[in-house]
């Protein structure tokens, strides 16, 4: 099975489109910039204890105060409290915890007003992204990500991932972790790290060892709300996390971050550097590939299923509904059972696949077409839970109830993924009017006239809709591009962009920077 991880980055944003047989799986939007990702750890404030909730909220530089639960500050919280006193009183003189004198563990029925303190520094780890109205999520229970461990300091522990089911590679990578790792830190050992020396689990924990004593040196002189240590960004988590064997494509059209893509890939995957590429061609990498139009077609409130049926999905605060309809399907099989048990098997994969694209998170229900026979209603539950296995967010999944309902809760932490279906008409701005769409051929034709004639462009590029870069291409040697030829002697080149409006436009010149008319 082939994977793909195809990479648009602009001044503003970053996209990423993680595609299974050339189907989007995954997709995701990294503002450049952007600060409170997950993972991220801020010297933050404590601005107000609430003991009705057994909480605390924290002032890490957002514009609402992060929210910290009680159950949240971890058993080694006064630990983490007294370390970080003493580095920044500078009596802590360093990063590593040999010989540093763990606290105490705490209840964990206890309460907030016993631990902290107003207007105290504290570090916090960004939990969950702000959403909607609410700031970030916060924890005090501290971890740092590598390719195969998981760092997490105040501990002791070696934990292993549940996924690695042999006990024999479960007591290798326990006996090899347990005899590297530094006093005073815990260490969970990731599925990825299953049959994999010790040479590289040991350069993946100095690694994060060594990220650990950067975030050290900044707190020593760090002031409140101060980003302490950054998470790495999405797309090198992406490749963190998800990198395998059967990753075929890394395409990105940026050069700086083809670069750090490839260094990266390079420390972690040496093996795997060759599948990073640069798409230097002149169209849009999304919309070469045909990324643009499945984002498009999918991420509307009906999604279409193969076979004629389709889903609606509606989103509200409380929770995500997605309703399964079979459409045109319902006479296809031999009777009413049979087509809702095909409809709802299909829907069950799109519906997984929809998640993950749209990271939809919280509390998601889900109606199926209803079917009579409890084995078709275990069918159904266990192919969502088959569709959903690759999912890395935490979630669950319930069986179908006598109504036909299903409900499924999947971890969020970040905002929902959303790309805009409907446009306003890009002539008219939303007024439902437009002057004469056949005129947008004469201005096309006055700025390259312009551009030609004025200014000596040489080398231009007409980027346009399709239907209207149709209009100027077919015919021809009787075509209006032939025609402009035969009377400046410039050949224009014609780009389609389907992103763009009906009668949209614009030129390009011979670097490949926008002309300004």
């Given amino acids: 099975m082939s994977n793909e991880l195809i990479i648009n980055a602009n001044t503003e944003e970053v996209r990423i489109a993680l595609l299974r047989e050339k189907q989007i799986v995954e997709y995701h939007v990294e503002q450049k910039g952007n600060q409170f990702a997950v993972g991220d750890i801020y010297l933050g404030v404590i601005k107000k204890l609430v003991p009705g909730m057994n909480a605390a909220f924290v002032d890490v530089g957002y514009e609402k105060d992060g929210f910290l639960h009680y159950l949240d500050l971890g058993p080694n919280i006064r630990s ?4 970080t006193k003493e580095v920044i009183a500078k009596r802590q003189q360093s990063a590593f915890l040999k010989g540093f004198s763990l606290e105490p563990e705490t209840d964990k029925m206890g309460k907030i007003e016993e631990v902290l303190q107003k207007n105290t520094p504290i570090l916090v780890q960004i939990a969950k992204e702000p959403i909607s109205s609410k700031g970030p999520r916060l924890s005090c229970e501290l971890s740092l990500a590598g390719r195969y461990l998981v760092l997490v300091p105040f501990g002791d522990s070696v934990s ?20 590297v790792k530094p006093e005073n830190f815990g260490v969970i050992i990731r599925t990825v790290a299953e049959n994999v020396d010790l040479a590289e689990i040991e350069a993946d924990l100095q690694n994060l060892l060594a990220k650990w004593k950067e975030g050290f040196e900044n707190l020593r002189n760090a002031l409140p709300r101060q980003k302490i240590i950054g998470e790495v960004g999405r797309v090198s988590a992406i490749l963190r996390d998800m990198l395998n064997d059967n990753f075929d494509n890394i395409v990105v059209d940026d050069k700086l971050l083809f670069d750090e893509i490839k260094g990266y890939i390079k420390q972690i995957a040496p093996k795997q550097e060759k599948i ?20 498009k077609g999918l991420f509307g409130k009906n999604v279409p299923l193969p076979s004629g049926g389709y889903l609606v999905i509606e989103h509200t605060e409380a929770l995500h509904v997605i309703d399964v309809n079979s459409g045109s399907k319902s006479t296809s099989e031999e009777n009413q059972e049979a087509t809702a048990l095909n409809v709802n098997l299909e829907a069950a994969l799109e519906i997984a696949r929809q998640l993950r694209m749209r990271d939809m998170g919280g509390i998601v229900i889900v109606d199926f077409i209803d079917m009579k026979k409890a084995e078709n209603k275990r069918l159904v539950y266990q192919k969502m839970k088959e ?6 967010a935490k979630h669950t999944i319930l069986p179908l109830s006598r109504f036909g309902i299903m409900q499924i809760t999947r971890q969020r932490v970040r905002p929902e993924v959303n790309v805009a279906t409907l ?22 034709e006055q700025n390259l006239i312009y551009l030609i004639e004025k200014n000596n462009e040489k080398g231009i590029r007409l980027v346009l809709h399709p ?3 149709a209009f100027f291409t077919k015919g021809g040697l009787l075509s209006k591009r032939w025609k402009w030829f035969f009377r400046y002697g410039r050949w224009v080149k014609i780009t389609t962009d389907s992103s763009l ?4 436009f614009y030129f390009k010149n011979k670097q490949d920077e926008n002309i300004e008319i």
């Avoid at 292993?160 to 347990?178: G, Y």
């Avoid at 999304?286 to 643009?292: N, Q, R, S, T």
């Fill in 80 to 83: 983490l409290i007294k370390y």
């Fill in 387 to 392: 569709a959903m296995a690759d999912d890395r």
């Fill in 467 to 469: 239907y209207l870069a």
């Fill in 276 to 295: 990073v590429r640069l798409h230097n061609g002149k169209g849009k990498i999304f919309e070469v590939l045909g990324i643009e139009r499945q984002l």
């Fill in 501 to 504: 409006g009906i009668n949209e």
């Fill in 160 to 179: 292993i991932s549940k996924k690695i089911v042999s006990r024999e590679e479960r007591q290798r990578l326990a006996r090899l972790v347990s005899s």
């Fill in 423 to 444: 446009e306003d008409c890009p002539a008219c701005r939303g007024t439902g009017k437009i002057g004469a769409s056949i005129v947008i051929s004469d201005v096309i």
